[in-house]
């Protein structure tokens, strides 16, 4: 198969590129690299079967060929991150929903209707407060809070674009809401709580709960994200499904804190910070996300490979060898200027 990935370099995108590479597809990849990283593509360095446009798929003049060329389209290439969704207000709108737009109009207009996989969020149920979160609920959008919904806002449009294209003109669209991917090359900057709290327990840090902590989430661990999508693609296949992508066990974020000392054998403690010091002024924290996957499940029959423990255990391994580069990395400057001063 032909693999188009906008946003292959980033987190989820680069664990789909190894996935479809190791199926011995031809996967291209176009990324500009605001959020991603070339380095978590880097594995793949030698393989011809990869190729790489670093490019914002806003003006890319060669979206069209790509576009002519792949039989699925993932598009992940977005703006995320609870601070970068925050900072960047006008932006969020721009790439997530003008980029979507652009891609599937170059579908349109490509005469051949390659498959489309759209990802969505659980953002989109925003304030829905149900204890599962089914893809035929409503969708929620407070209107307080200011720009903190853009991100939400994006993705709603994003699934109504992807809808419009496939009854309008027959393009194939799967959209993935996905929940609280986690897992390897997630990175903790833009706010994403596990990367976070595994690099402070890893450091014997103060573990930063926001709030008390009491809200949950459901968090799956990306090498089964990656897998489910490709199955629901793949059985969705010519047809259009909207569909919660994600693991259904749900964990407070202090049990998560909890979890997370107890596994890294951390001395950390847990430090309360209210939701105003973490985020400013406007922000609503969500209570609790759960999804329903019975909609996955019954049509792929997905199971999950990767429980949170094992998450967690795979990337406190990785936080402790990247702890140990900085340290080495350290004595080696430290030595070379006691070396100088000699
Ligand atoms: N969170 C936290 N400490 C951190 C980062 C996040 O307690 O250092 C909380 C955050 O307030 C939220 C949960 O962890 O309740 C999940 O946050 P994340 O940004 O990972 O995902 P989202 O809120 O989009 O589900």
Not at 275 to 304: C, V
């Amino acid at each position: 198969m032909h693999i188009l990935i906008t946003g292959g370099a980033g987190f989820i995108g680069s664990h789909l590129v190894d996935l479809h590479l190791a199926r011995g597809d031809k996967v291209h990849v176009v990324d500009d690299l605001s959020t991603g990283q070339r380095s978590n593509l880097a594995h793949h360095d030698d393989n011809a079967n990869l190729r790489f446009d670093e490019a914002d798929i806003l003006t890319w003049p060669q979206l069209d060929r790509a576009v002519a060329w792949a039989d699925r389209i993932y598009n992940l290439a977005a703006v995320v991150g609870v601070y970068r969704v925050l900072a960047e207000p006008t932006k969020v709108l721009a790439v997530n929903i003008a980029a979507c737009e652009r891609l599937l109009r170059a579908a349109r207009e490509g005469g051949w209707q390659p498959q489309v996989v759209l990802a969505s969020s659980s953002e989109v149920y925003g304030h829905n407060d149900e204890d599962i979160l089914h893809e035929d609920q409503d969708l929620v959008v407070s209107t307080r809070a200011g720009t903190r919904w853009n991100y939400s806002v994006s993705k709603i449009a994003d699934e109504a674009l992807g809808l419009s294209y496939a009854q309008r003109f027959g393009i194939p669209a799967v959209v993935s809401r996905f929940f609280n991917t986690v897992g390897p090359r997630q990175v903790g900057r833009y706010g994403m709580v596990l990367p976070r709290f595994v690099s402070q327990a890893v450091r014997n840090e103060p573990i930063t709960v926001f709030g008390g902590g009491l809200q949950t989430r459901s968090f799956c661990d990306v090498r089964d994200t990656v897998v489910a999508l490709d199955a629901l693609a793949t059985a969705v296949g010519r047809g259009t499904m909207v569909a919660n992508v994600g693991n259904d066990r749900e964990i407070s974020i202090i049990e998560l804190a909890r979890l997370i000392i107890e596994r890294s054998g951390s001395r950390s403690e847990i430090k309360h910070v209210g939701l105003r010091e973490a985020y400013g002024e406007d922000f609503e924290d969500i209570r609790r996300r759960r999804p329903s996957l019975n909609r996955l499940r019954d049509k792929t029959g997905f199971q999950h490979l990767y429980p949170l423990e094992r998450t967690i255990d795979d990337l406190v391994a990785i936080e402790r060898a990247r702890l140990q580069e900085e340290r080495d990395g350290h004595c080696t400057l430290v030595r070379t200027q006691s070396e100088r001063a000699a």
